[in-house]
């Protein structure tokens, strides 16, 4: 059973940054070139939305609302999925989570338990 474990999240005034990680557990995800990876926020009230995603060929997709602010990459050789967040801004206030699936899936299979980021 693959588990993900968020990472990096916390306080911040806007303006700033953070950069977010996710380890997965029992297998090499970051490194399994057949898995598709991504980060999924909620913010209190409101229903959960793609941030980014990289596929297995490293290619990336950005939510409008975080393009040029925010950058996904991963690792694996320390098996880890990245979240480099500048620029923030109150809007982006939102519990945090990583989630990963083998790439033909139609939904993500495995979810972290998320991180919280506050921008003030």
């Known amino acids: 059973h693959v588990q993900l474990v968020e990472s990096g999240g916390g306080s911040v005034q806007a303006g700033g940054s953070l950069r977010l990680s996710c380890v997965a557990s029992?297998?090499?995800?970051?490194?399994?070139?057949?898995?598709?990876m991504g980060w999924f926020r909620q913010a209190p009230g409101k229903e959960r939305e793609g941030v980014a995603g990289i596929d297995s060929f490293r290619r990336t997709s950005y939510a409008d609302s975080v393009k040029g602010r925010f950058t996904i990459s991963k690792d694996g050789a320390v098996n880890t999925l990245y979240l480099q967040m500048n620029n923030l801004n109150p809007e982006d206030t939102a519990m945090y989570y990583c989630?990963?699936?083998?790439?033909?899936?139609?939904?993500?299979?495995?979810w972290g338990q998320g991180t919280q980021v506050t921008v003030s």
């Open positions: 029992e297998y090499n995800i970051s490194g399994d070139t057949h898995y598709c």
């Open positions: 989630a990963a699936k083998p790439c033909w899936y139609p939904d993500y299979k495995y």
